[in-house]
């Protein structure tokens, strides 16, 4: 006979231990389940083209807004289009105090973006200090260390002139040259300098100019020839109607040739191609807005009869 007391009684047990052999369930580990993809202000410098600017490190503030560059946000981008892997050490002067902004490591032909700042941040940065020191792990030449001055004057920000066209960004940006390439100088070089204690080398932040656009085509010393085809203005055309592209043709067009006649060019041949004259017609339509130029077709033993010579100076 089985008594009451060796036999329990489970309907009186919770739902939960009458299952004494099921699997124990792990709990979910939620910064797993949540964690999202991990994120880098560093990027190349121009994937998309090739660089014209000299070589060397450069500062740079990148209005988000390419078509209104007096508003809105800034990228302050720190760029790295040089030959060495370099680390960083940013000082700027805030209320009569230096602040320690930022340090790192940038490999070379990379930008990265120090921080994105407000049009009321400005002034913040308009003066101060960058450091640099050059690493490579199997050096030919050792680099002497740079200290760089920047100093801005605010207005600069708030004038469109600043901006410029580079082809180290994407858009438009007022562009500092910190410390060219051609200026680095090596351990080796300052032995006479050690004598007076110089361990280090100075520079001072410099405005970059931006080159001409029709300097890119030039053949003589005041003569361009400027390529209008599509496929020698973007590196494609996959999405683009015939619309779009007749648009970016004509906007090239008027580019270079305010250029020409901004920097006294002589004379300037534009290929159009054969087509159906579109193009070429636009261009004709498009000169009587430009007073004391002319125009003749370009030489056909040189570019057939798609190109057209705009004389800026007739010398001839």
Known sequence: VLSSELIPDYRSMETEEINIFAPVEKPENKESAHEEPETTNVSGINPWGTVREE???????????RH?????????VLLNHTSQDLLYNLFLKQNGELQGVDYGSLEKGNKVVIETISREDIENWCSGYIQFMFHSSSPRVLWLPIHTVIEIKPNRFFKEGSYRSNTLLQGKA???????????QSVSESEESRKYDNHGQATEAQPVKEKPLIDKYRTNFDEAVVDLHIGELVNNIAGLSSHDMFDIQM?????????????????????????????KNAIIKALEEYEQLKNKMASISKFGVGAIDILIKDNE
């Open 55 to 65: 070589k060397g490190i450069y500062l740079a503030f990148e209005p988000h807004d």
């Open 68 to 76: 209104w560059v007096l508003t809105g946000d800034l990228d302050v």
């Open 174 to 184: 007022l562009l500092l040259g910190l410390a060219p390439e051609s200026t680095f």
């Open 251 to 279: 906007d090239y067009f008027h580019k270079t040739l305010e250029s020409a006649i901004n920097n006294d060019y002589r004379k300037v041949t534009f290929i159009h191609g054969v087509g159906n004259g579109i193009l």
